[in-house]
């Protein structure tokens, strides 16, 4: 809801997101009384479970800081306190603070599960 607010006073002119809008309000009363209310904005916190191939599921919290007149959007993830999260975190600290060239041949070519962690790459897990 407040993503299609922010983006009507952004595009008020837009005619498309004015028919998305309208469909919207005619199609669910509900959504009609959301709009009319306009809540307070505040800092909606998510989490966001990532599979990385060193540590394994790793769950976050996800804040989404929008750029005031743009289409920007900042994603910032940090592990709750006390959680298993920041002790997987810490894991990857720790790995990556080795040397790279503990995993790599001679001739340059990396080798190994070690020499792939730095460059590994994350997915969301669906859900």
Do not use: N
């Not at 008020?12 to 028919?19: A, Q, R």
């Not at 199609?27 to 394994?56: C, K, Q």
């Amino acid at each position: 809801m407040s993503d299609l607010r922010e983006a009507r006073s952004r595009y008020p002119k837009d005619k498309l997101l004015g028919e998305l809008l309208t469909e919207l309000h005619a199609a669910s009363a509900d959504f009609a009384a959301l709009w009319h209310e306009r809540p307070a904005r505040g800092l909606t916190v998510t989490s966001r479970t990532f599979l990385h191939p060193g540590v394994g599921p790793l769950t976050v919290d996800s804040d989404i800081l929008t750029v005031r007149d743009s289409d920007l959007r900042l994603i910032v993830y940090t592990a709750p306190p006390a959680s298993a999260a920041v002790a997987q975190l810490e894991l990857l600290a720790t790995s990556l603070r080795q040397p790279l060239a503990q995993g790599r041949r001679a001739g340059g070519e990396a080798q190994g599960a070690r020499a792939g962690t730095a460059a590994a790459v994350t997915s969301p897990v669906a859900g």
